[in-house]
């Protein structure tokens, strides 16, 4: 046991819970971002408020989202101890004449990690929070409003989306002949009220700009602090990294914000 203690408190073993918690969180990046595709979807909000219920209330997703939360704890926890440890033995930095976006990624992930962190505790709090405040405080007092559709099941065309007035209700699918009716919370509203707000977008973009820049040296180097890089599959692995993780994910969630703004 005091073999397994010491192995997890030296520098590699500080490295390998980053690499293994980053690699979760970048396993989460991408569901997060398909379910969060349902904002796009013209449908007042019916998809992603079904989405929205399912991420919050499943029970084996609940036990997930404890997960979630605590290693995101530990990835901020081991790189501030990381940093201020790397600092210590490097007070001078090294000069580098590499200024590509990834040499210059590796030499500021302090900085793009603490401001993905302030990011994550801004997001939850308008988001996450909201959600889940009316489930703390008296029946009644929502913070998200409830909205109702209805839907044709013979065609799949919504027939209608209204705002319910305030009210104790449930999240509740039930069918009336071929009409199917929905009742759920309206966070796609919630959104919808963050994303009008220019600050709030620019903020959102400028925090998945640095998410980009924390994915382009982060992922290639978890894989790096486990020893899974071959020269066969280092390719591969740096393709992901960059196109999937630095590019495609970081470009999706910043669209949100940004096609809410100008075209919603």
């Given at each position: 046991?005091?073999?397994?203690?010491?192995?997890?408190?030296s520098?590699?073993?500080?490295?390998?819970?980053?690499?293994l918690?980053?690699?979760?969180?970048?396993?989460?990046?991408?569901?997060?971002l398909?379910?969060?595709?349902?904002?796009?979807?013209h449908?007042?909000?019916?998809?992603?408020?079904?989405y929205a219920?399912?991420?919050?209330h499943f029970p084996?997703?609940?036990?997930?989202?404890?997960i979630l939360y605590l290693?995101?704890?530990?990835?901020?926890i081991y790189?501030?101890v990381?940093?201020?440890r790397?600092r210590r033995a490097?007070?001078?930095?090294y000069?580098s004449?590499n200024d590509s976006?990834?040499?210059?990624?590796?030499k500021?992930?302090g900085?793009?990690g603490s401001?993905?962190?302030?990011?994550?505790?801004?997001?939850?709090k308008d988001?996450?929070?909201k959600y889940h405040k009316d489930d703390?405080?008296a029946?009644g007092?929502?913070?998200?409003p409830?909205?109702e559709?209805k839907?044709?099941?013979?065609?799949g065309?919504?027939?209608?989306a209204?705002?319910?007035p305030p009210?104790?209700?449930?999240?509740?699918?039930?069918n009336e002949?071929s009409?199917?009716?929905m009742?759920?919370k309206d966070l796609n509203?919630t959104?919808?009220?963050?994303f009008?707000?220019w600050w709030?977008?620019?903020?959102y973009?400028?925090?998945?700009v640095t998410?980009?820049?924390?994915l382009?040296?982060?992922?290639?180097?978890?894989?790096?602090?486990?020893?899974?890089?071959?020269?066969?599959?280092k390719p591969?692995?740096y393709?992901?990294?960059?196109?999937?993780?630095?590019?495609?994910i970081?470009?999706?969630f910043?669209?949100?914000?940004?096609?809410?703004?100008?075209?919603?």
């Amino acid at each position: 046991m005091s073999e397994f203690k010491q192995t997890f408190n030296s520098s590699l073993g500080k490295k390998l819970i980053m690499a293994l918690t980053g690699l979760f969180l970048c396993t989460f990046l991408i569901v997060h971002l398909s379910g969060n595709l349902a904002l796009f979807k013209h449908d007042n909000g019916q998809a992603f408020n079904a989405y929205a219920n399912f991420m919050t209330h499943f029970p084996p997703i609940r036990v997930i989202s404890y997960i979630l939360y605590l290693t995101i704890l530990l990835h901020t926890i081991y790189a501030i101890v990381l940093t201020i440890r790397n600092r210590r033995a490097r007070p001078i930095s090294y000069v580098s004449g590499n200024d590509s976006p990834q040499a210059w990624s590796a030499k500021n992930m302090g900085i793009l990690g603490s401001i993905l962190f302030l990011f994550i505790v801004i997001h939850m709090k308008d988001f996450w929070f909201k959600y889940h405040k009316d489930d703390w405080s008296a029946k009644g007092a929502y913070t998200i409003p409830f909205k109702e559709y209805k839907t044709n099941l013979v065609t799949g065309e919504q027939i209608s989306a209204r705002d319910l007035p305030p009210g104790d209700y449930e999240y509740a699918v039930y069918n009336e002949g071929s009409v199917e009716t929905m009742i759920a919370k309206d966070l796609n509203q919630t959104v919808e009220v963050a994303f009008k707000q220019w600050w709030y977008v620019l903020f959102y973009v400028i925090a998945m700009v640095t998410l980009s820049l924390h994915l382009l040296h982060g992922f290639q180097s978890a894989f790096h602090t486990m020893g899974w890089i071959h020269r066969k599959y280092k390719p591969i692995i740096y393709f992901i990294g960059t196109w999937l993780f630095a590019v495609i994910i970081p470009v999706g969630f910043a669209a949100m914000p940004v096609v809410y703004y100008f075209f919603r």
